[in-house]
C-alpha cells in the first residue's frame, strides 16, 4: 500500500460518500458440504472470508494477486484463486477447501500421496497444490508428466519441491486411469 | 481497496443502465479487476456484477462461424470441443496465457479488457499517465524490459498483456458491443488503442458498452498456424514477445498469411504490408524473414527492452515456419519446435 | 515409506515427515493463523521515496473511517529505548538496525512509515489508502554499480566473519602465467520470498504477558529483542512459530512486522496482527548484489598457478552486512599463489542478510563460472580440470577435513549423468534444432554444530517427548528429532512427539546455515540417553534384578522393552522398570558437551561438497533455455533420513536453477525503488521450468565432524547449481554469460 494517493479529479469526493458505510450483503456458500450464511461487504474476498471469518486457515495468501496459487481453492469442482474472488459474487456457490478434501482421518488419494512422495516441504503453498491438483484430475486434460507440470504451473512453490510434486499427482492420476 | 456499492445485474439492459453511471465497473472473471483494486489503481464506485448474464454459451453462427459469449471463461473457450477442431490456434493462446485457476475465472470479455502489466501503472508511487494522467511516464527511462516497441507514444509505451486477444487478431475476430446507443461490432484489430496522447484509453469501447461477445468468422485454419510465445520462464509469465500465425497455403505458395504480435504493443500488432508481402510468395526463410522485418518496420526500444526487436523478428521467422510446416508449437511441450 | 507399527524407527530409513499431515490437511497454523481475541489487523504504509524525512502525514480520513482503532506512526508511537543495542537482535550485524517509525527519516524505499490498526483487515487495508504523506527528499543511491567507487573493508566484522586468507604470491604468479583468464561476474539483488508472508499475531494476555506467533527461524532471538525493545521481562514474551512456511534466511533476524504489531499491541494494550503484502516482503532483506572478479592461471599441465578471487557485495547504509563470498575458491583448489579481498559497499536499501547458502550460493558459484572458463582456456575437460586440481585439505587454511568424498561425488555424479558422452567442443552437441550443453560444477558449505538443549520426556507406555525451541522451515527438523529420538530408545516413531517452535523450550539457536539436523539430532540422542540411563536405574529397583545391574552398552533398548544383549530373553517393559522405581516419567534436559570428545577438533575444517551436472537445451536463435536433467551427487557423512534430506537437496537446486535463470530484483534508480515487486514479474521457477533432478548421497563416513557423524543438507544444493547451468549454456552456445541470471535476451546474437 502506498501512500501517495493521487489527485485524480475523476475519484475526488467519491470516498466521503460511502466512507464510514459498510454495505453487508446476505450471501449463503455451501463450505465443504456445509451451508453457510454470512452478511458480507462487497469487498471481502473469498480468501479472507474463509480464513478471518470461517477460520478455514489451511487455504494460504501467499501473494493476493493471483500470482502464486497458494490460496486454490474448488469452486463447483474447479479450482480458482480464492484471493481474486469477491465472495458476494459467488453467493450460492459450492466451495472446497483443502479441510473439506479428507474423508474424515482418511486422507484423500493426493493428500497420501504428497506425504509418501515428500511433495512439501514449509508446507505453505502445499494445500494450494493439492486444491489444484484435485482440479487438474477434475479437468481431464493432463496425463503425461509434461502435461502435470504446465497445468500445475500456477502453483509456485518455493521450497522446490516440484519434482515430488509432479511425481505424486502422477501417481495419484495413474491410479485413477488417466483421463 | 476503495469502498463501493455492489449490483447483480438481472439482465443485459440493466447492466447497461448501470454501467452507464460515472465510476461504474463492470465484474466478471475479476482476475485483473480485483488485482487492480487491491493496488488501489483501479477505485471504482460502483460494481456492477454481470456474471449471471446469459452470455456464457459458445453457438455455432449460420455460415460457419463460431460465437464465444463474452462470459464464458477462458478454459471453457480453449477445450471447447469446437475451438479445439476449428479454431486451434485460439485454444493454443488461451493455454498459454495465465494458469490454469486464472484461466477457470477470467472470462472472454475481460481478457479483451485487461489493463497493462506495466509496473509503473501498478506502483501508485510512481509516474504514469495512464493510470494518473498527466504524472508522467515512468516506464520512459526507467525499467522498461517488458515494454513496447511498437506503436508507443511519449505519454506511455505499456503493452496489452493478453495472449488471447493475439489470436483472436490473427483471426479477424469481431467484438459484440452493447450500450446505451444500441449494438455494434468492433473489428478485434481495432477495438484497442494506441496509447497516443490518452494513454488512459485502452480500447474504443464507449461508456457503458458491454462486451457480450466475440464472432469468429467462418475460416479454415485448422492445419498451417501457430502460436508462440516467449517469456521469461516457461510457463505462468507474460510474453515478452508472442506471435500468432495463420496461413493458407498451396504447396509451398501462401495464398494468405495472417501474423499477429503480442508483448510488443499496447495492442495486438498486424502489418497489412507484411501480409500482403507474403501472398502469392514462396514459403521460404528469405520471405519470412522480409515479413518480420516488415511487421517490426519502425520498431524503436527503450533501453531495457531493445532485444525485443530483434527478438520478435526471430520469433516472427520461426512461427512462419512453425505454421508453414503444420507444426504448431505445443504449450505444454517446451520444445520450440 | 511409513514405518510399521512397532518397528523400531532408525536414523537412516526414508520415513514420512511427521508434520506432513497437518500440512496437507490444511491444519498446520502459521503466524497469521493463531487466533485472538478482539483482534486488531495493522495494516502497514509504505513510504514513496528512498531517502529524505517525513514531513508530515495526513491520517484523517483514515482515522475517520468506522472500524479503524488507531494510526500509529513516529509522532504518536509508544516510548521506544534511544540507543543501538537495546536493538541488537542475536543476529544483528555491525551498525545501527532499522527502528521502524522512530522517527521521520526515510532510509530506503517502501520503508514502514505507518499502521492503521482496525478492528478488520479490509477496514484497515482501506483506511491505509486514504493516507497521505508529505516528504522532503534527499538525494539517494541504489545503484551498487554506483556505490562499488567507495566500495571498503569493514573495521568492526560480522561476528563470525573469516577474512580470506593469501597465500604464496597470486599477482606475480599471474603475471607470469601464459594460460590464464580473468572475468567479471555480477549476480542481483535476490529476495528470499518464502510463500509465507512475513507475519506476526500478537496476543495480549492482559496480565503483563505476551505470546508472539511470529514467521521466525528463532523464537528465542525474537524473544530476546522484543524483551530488549519494548521493556519485557523476557519471562513476559513468549514468542512461538511451530510451522514456519519457508524462509531461506528472512525469518534469521527479527522482521519489522514482529517489530510493529508488538509496539502496535503495547500502544493498544489489545492483541494485533500484523501481515506485509508480498510487494513488502521487497522492501526488507535480501541477499546482497555482488560483483566478483576472478582472475586464474594454469601451468600447462592444467595445474593452477594463481587464484586472485575479489569481491564485493551491497549493504545498506546503516548496517554493514558481510558474508564469506571469496572463501570457497581459495578453500577448495590446490593452488600455491591465491589471493581475495573482500568489500561491501553502500546503497539506500534496506540491509542485505543472509540468504540459502549466504556467500557461498555468490562466490562459490561466481568462481565455478571462473573454473569452466579457465578449463577451456586450458583444454582440459572441466572435470578433469576440477580432479588435478583437488585438494585433500583446506587449501587456504591449509587444515584436514574431517572428511572430503568430492573425488566420490564427482564419479558417481559423472556416472549417473552420462558425462563420458559430453563431446568437449561447445556447440557439438545437438538434439534435433536445440543446442544440447553438459554443464559440472563444484558445491561447497560449512558443515555447522551449535549447541542446544532438549528436554525429553519419556511415558511408562513408551510414549516419548523430545522438545527444544529451535524451528522447522520446511528443513524436516521435527522428523530428524522424532526420528534420532526414536533410534535411540528402540520405538517407532509413531510413538514419539517432536515439539519446537516456543521460546520457552530449552535453549535452541536460530534454524539456519544447515546446522539443525546434526544439532538437535546430537542433543536428542544426548537427552534420550540420559533417559535410558535412568531407565536402567529404575529397572535395579526391580525385585531381583533381572538385568543384573547392566550399563546402556550391555542393552538393547527396542519394542518398549530393555533386554540384555549377553541374553536377550531377558528383557523387562520401560512401564516395569518406572513403576518398579515408583515413576510415572522420566524426564531430562541435556545439552551435547560440544561437538565431539576428543580434542584438537578445531584444527580440522568441516564442510560438506558436492557436484552438479546440468543438461540444458537451448534454443539458439530464440535463446530459450531448458534445464532438462540435473543429476547431483552430496557428500554430506550421515544422513538420518534420505527423504526429507533429498527434498532439501532438491530445493537448493530449484532455487539454484532460478538463480541462473530467472531470478532478479529490478530497480528504478531514478528513484530507488524496486519495480518487479511482486511474484508474476519476480520470477522464480515454476512447475515448468523443473524437470528431472537426480540426488546421490554418497557415502562419506565421519564420526568426526558432529557427535552423529551428520552435515547438514540444507544449503549444499543451491552452491554451484546455477554455475552448472551456465556452465552448459556455455557448452551449448559457445557464449559466456558473466551477469546473471540468464534471461534469453542475454544469448540473442544481434
Not at chain 2, 281 to 301: D, M
Amino acid at each position: 500500500m502506498d501512500t501517495r494517493v493521487h489527485d485524480d479529479p475523476s475519484h475526488a469526493g467519491t470516498a466521503s460518500s460511502v466512507a464510514g458505510a459498510r454495505e453487508a450483503i446476505p450471501i449463503s456458500l455451501i463450505i465443504n458440504g456445509r451451508q453457510r450464511h454470512f452478511a458480507i461487504e462487497p469487498w471481502v474476498t473469498l480468501l479472507d472470508l474463509l480464513r478471518e471469518q470461517e477460520h478455514l486457515t489451511g487455504t494460504k495468501k501467499g501473494c493476493d494477486h493471483g500470482q502464486c496459487g497458494a490460496c486454490t481453492v474448488l469452486i463447483e469442482g474447479k479450482r480458482i484463486n480464492s484471493c481474486l474472488v469477491l465472495a458476494v459474487s459467488r453467493d450460492g456457490a459450492q466451495v472446497t477447501t483443502i479441510e473439506g478434501l479428507a474423508d474424515g482421518d482418511r486422507l484423500h488419494p493426493l493428500q497420501q500421496a504428497f506425504v509418501e512422495h515428500d511433495a512439501l516441504q514449509c508446507g505453505y503453498c502445499t494445500p494450494g497444490q493439492i486444491c489444484s491438483a484435485q482440479g487438474l484430475i477434475n479437468e481431464g486434460h493432463a496425463s503425461s508428466g509434461n502435461e502435470v507440470r504446465e497445468l500445475m504451473s500456477g502453483n509456485l512453490c518455493r521450497c522446490g519441491a516440484y519434482t515430488n510434486i509432479a511425481a505424486a499427482i502422477m501417481e495419484v492420476l495413474d491410479k485413477d486411469g488417466a483421463p | 481497496m476503495n469502498r463501493f456499492s455492489y449490483v447483480r445485474a438481472a439482465g443485459v439492459p440493466e447492466a447497461v443502465h448501470e454501467g452507464s453511471a460515472k465510476h461504474v465497473r463492470f465484474l466478471a472473471g475479476g482476475t485483473n479487476l480485483i488485482d487492480l483494486m487491491k493496488e488501489n489503481v483501479e477505485r471504482p464506485e460502483r460494481l456492477v456484477d454481470i456474471n449471471r448474464l446469459p452470455l456464457n454459451k459458445i453457438e455455432d453462427l449460420e455460415g460457419g462461424g463460431l460465437r464465444l459469449g463474452a462470459l464464458v471463461t477462458n478454459a471453457d473457450t480453449a477445450y471447447d470441443p469446437r475451438v479445439d477442431r476449428r479454431y486451434p490456434l485460439l485454444a493454443s493462446a488461451i493455454l498459454a496465457g495465465a494458469s490454469p485457476q486464472l484461466r477457470n475465472a477470467a472470462t472472454n470479455g475481460g481478457n479483451l479488457n485487461q489493463r497493462t502489466r506495466c509496473y509503473y501503472f501498478y506502483d501508485p508511487a510512481t509516474a504514469c499517465n495512464k493510470r494518473d494522467p498527466g504524472s508522467g511516464c515512468g516506464a520512459i527511462g526507467g525499467v522498461n524490459r517488458i515494454h513496447a516497441i511498437l506503436g508507443a507514444s511519449d505519454q506511455c509505451i505499456a503493452t496489452h498483456p493478453s495472449d488471447m486477444c493475439v489470436a483472436l487478431a490473427a483471426l479477424d475476430a469481431e467484438v459484440r458491443v452493447t450500450g446505451p446507443d444500441g449494438d455494434r461490432v468492433i473489428p478485434l484489430t481495432e477495438y484497442h488503442r494506441l496509447p497516443g496522447d490518452e494513454p488512459w484509453r485502452d480500447n474504443y469501447l464507449r461508456p457503458g458498452e458491454l462486451v457480450t461477445a466475440i464472432d469468429l468468422p467462418a475460416e479454415d485454419f485448422t492445419s498451417h498456424y501457430t502460436y508462440l510465445k516467449l517469456r521469461d520462464r516457461l510457463s505462468y509469465a507474460f510474453a515478452l514477445v508472442s506471435v500468432a500465425v495463420v496461413m493458407r497455403l498451396d504447396g509451398d505458395l501462401i495464398r494468405e498469411a495472417r501474423i499477429a504480435l503480442g508483448g510488443v504493443a499496447h495492442k495486438p500488432w498486424r502489418s497489412p504490408v507484411a501480409e500482403s508481402g507474403l501472398a502469392g510468395e514462396r514459403a521460404s526463410r528469405a520471405n519470412f524473414i522480409a515479413a518480420a522485418h516488415a511487421l517490426t518496420e519502425g520498431a524503436v526500444g527503450q533501453g531495457d527492452n531493445d532485444f525485443k526487436i530483434e527478438l520478435a523478428r526471430r520469433a516472427i521467422v520461426r512461427a512462419l515456419e512453425q505454421a508453414a510446416a503444420g507444426t504448431p508449437q505445443s504449450q505444454t511441450d517446451k520444445r520450440v519446435l | 515409506m511409513t514405518s510399521p507399527t512397532l518397528t523400531p524407527t532408525r536414523i537412516g530409513d526414508p520415513v514420512d515427515r511427521v508434520d506432513g499431515v497437518a500440512k496437507v490437511t490444511g491444519q498446520a497454523r502459521y503466524a497469521a493463523e493463531q487466533p485472538a481475541d478482539r483482534l486488531l489487523y495493522g495494516w502497514v504504509v509504505s513510504s514513496s521515496i528512498a531517502k529524505g524525512r517525513i514531513v508530515a502525514i495526513h491520517d484523517e480520513d483514515a482515522r475517520a473511517i468506522s472500524g479503524v482503532v488507531e494510526v500509529m506512526t513516529h509522532v504518536n508511537r509508544p516510548q521506544l529505548p534511544r540507543f543501538d543495542h537495546s536493538y541488537k537482535d542475536a543476529l544483528c550485524v555491525p551498525g545501527s538496525p532499522f527502528r521502524a517509525l522512530y522517527d521521520e527519516r526515510i532510509l530506503f524505499n517502501a520503508q514502514p512509515i505507518a499502521v492503521v490498526l482496525a478492528d478488520s483487515l479490509e477496514v484497515a487495508r482501506y483506511a491505509a489508502s486514504l493516507i497521505e504523506v508529505d516528504y522532503e527528499r534527499e538525494t539517494h543511491n541504489t545503484d551498487f554499480t554506483v556505490a562499488l567507487a567507495d566500495r571498503f573493508v569493514p573495521q568492526d566484522k560480522r561476528s563470525g566473519f573469516e577474512a580470506p586468507k593469501n597465500r604464496g604470491d597470486a599477482q606475480s604468479a599471474y603475471g607470469a602465467a601464459r594460460c590464464k583468464i580473468a572475468a567479471d561476474f555480477h549476480l542481483p539483488t535476490h529476495y528470499h520470498n518464502p510463500m509465507e508472508l512475513h507475519a506476526t499475531t500478537v496476543v495480549w494476555e492482559g496480565d503483563g504477558r505476551i505470546t508472539v506467533y511470529d514467521k521466525t527461524q528463532g523464537p528465542q532471538n525474537v524473544q530476546g529483542y522484543l524483551s530488549a525493545v519494548f521493556g519485557f521481562s523476557p519471562e513476559h514474551v513468549r514468542v512461538k512459530n511451530p510451522y514456519v512456511g519457508g524462509a531461506f534466511g528472512s525469518g534469521l533476524r527479527p522482521q519489522y512486522q514482529v517489530y510493529l504489531a508488538t509496539l502496535a499491541a503495547k500502544m493498544l494494550e489489545r492483541s494485533v496482527r500484523v501481515v506485509l503484502t508480498r510487494q513488502q516482503m521487497f522492501s526488507h532483506v535480501h541477499r546482497p548484489e555482488a560483483v566478483q572478479s576472478v582472475a586464474l592461471a594454469t601451468d600447462p599441465s592444467g595445474r593452477l598457478q594463481a587464484i586472485i578471487n575479489d569481491a564485493a557485495t551491497s549493504t545498506s547504509r546503516f548496517e554493514d552486512y558481510m558474508e564469506t563470498v571469496c572463501d570457497w575458491g581459495l578453500m577448495n583448489y590446490a593452488c600455491e599463489n591465491a589471493s581475495a579481498e573482500y568489500t561491501i559497499a553502500r546503497v539506500d536499501t534496506y540491509t542485505s542478510g543472509d540468504m540459502r547458502a549466504p556467500g557461498a550460493a555468490t562466490g562459490m558459484t561466481l568462481f565455478e563460472l571462473a573454473v569452466d572458463e579457465m578449463a577451456y582456456a586450458a583444454n582440459i575437460d572441466p572435470l578433469e580440470f576440477r580432479l588435478i586440481n583437488y585438494s585433500d585439505k583446506n587449501a587456504m587454511d591449509d587444515t584436514p577435513f574431517t572428511s572430503k568424498a568430492l573425488r566420490e561425488a564427482y564419479a558417481q555424479g559423472a556416472a549417473k549423468f552420462g558425462w563420458s558422452r559430453r563431446t568437449p567442443a561447445p556447440r557439438s552437441m545437438k538434439d534435433g534444432r536445440e543446442l544440447v550443453g553438459l554443464g559440472l560444477a563444484t558445491g561447497m558449505w560449512d558443515a555447522l554444530f551449535r549447541q542446544m538443549a532438549v528436554h525429553a520426556r519419556l511415558l511408562p507406555n513408551g510414549d516419548l517427548e523430545v522438545a527444544t525451541a529451535g524451528s522447522d522451515i520446511g528443513t524436516g527438523t521435527y522428523t530428524v528429532m522424532a526420528q534420532v529420538a526414536a533410534d535411540t530408545l528402540g520405538l517407532p516413531i509413531e510413538k514419539v512427539t517432536a515439539t519446537l517452535g516456543d521460546s520457552s523450550l530449552p535453549e535452541s539457536p536460530a534454524e539456519g546455515g544447515s546446522s539443525m539436523a546434526a544439532s538437535v539430532g546430537a542433543a536428542v540422542q544426548v537427552a534420550c540417553r540420559a533417559v535410558a540411563e535412568k531407565l536402567l536405574v529404575a529397572a535395579d529397583q526391580i525385585e531381583g534384578q533381572p538385568l543384573g545391574g547392566a550399563r546402556l552398552e550391555d542393552v538393547t533398548l527396542a519394542h518398549g522393552r530393555i533386554a540384555l544383549k549377553s541374553d536377550p530373553a531377558r528383557s523387562i517393559s520401560f512401564g516395569d522398570a518406572m513403576s518398579a522405581a515408583g515413576l510415572e516419567t522420566i524426564e531430562v534436559e541435556d545439552t551435547p558437551a560440544s561437538r565431539s570428545g576428543s580434542s584438537g577438533q578445531s584444527r580440522k575444517s568441516r564442510n560438506t561438497h558436492s557436484a552438479i551436472f546440468a543438461e540444458v537445451k537451448v534454443d539458439e536463435e530464440l535463446g530459450v533455455v531448458r534445464v532438462t536433467r540435473i543429476v547431483i551427487a552430496v557428500a554430506a557423512a550421515r544422513i538420518i533420513n534420505p527423504k526429507t534430506a533429498r527434498s532439501q537437496i532438491l530445493g537448493g537446486v530449484v532455487m539454484g536453477i532460478g538463480m541462473a535463470l530467472h531470478e532478479e530484483a529490478l530497480t528504478d534508480h531514478r528513484i530507488g525503488r524496486c519495480m518487479n515487486r511482486n511474484l508474476g514479474e519476480y520470477h522464480i521457477p515454476a512447475h515448468a521450468d523443473i524437470r528431472d533432478i537426480e540426488v546421490i548421497f554418497v557415502d562419506e563416513p565421519d564420526p568426526e565432524v558432529t557427535p552423529l557423524g551428520v552435515k547438514g543438507v540444507g544449503e549444499i544444493g543451491i552452491v554451484g547449481t546455477a554455475a552448472a547451468v551456465i556452465n552448459a549454456i556455455f557448452h551449448a552456445t559457445g557464449k559466456r554469460v558473466r551477469s546473471l541470471p540468464v534471461t534469453l535476451d542475454k544469448l540473442l546474437d544481434s
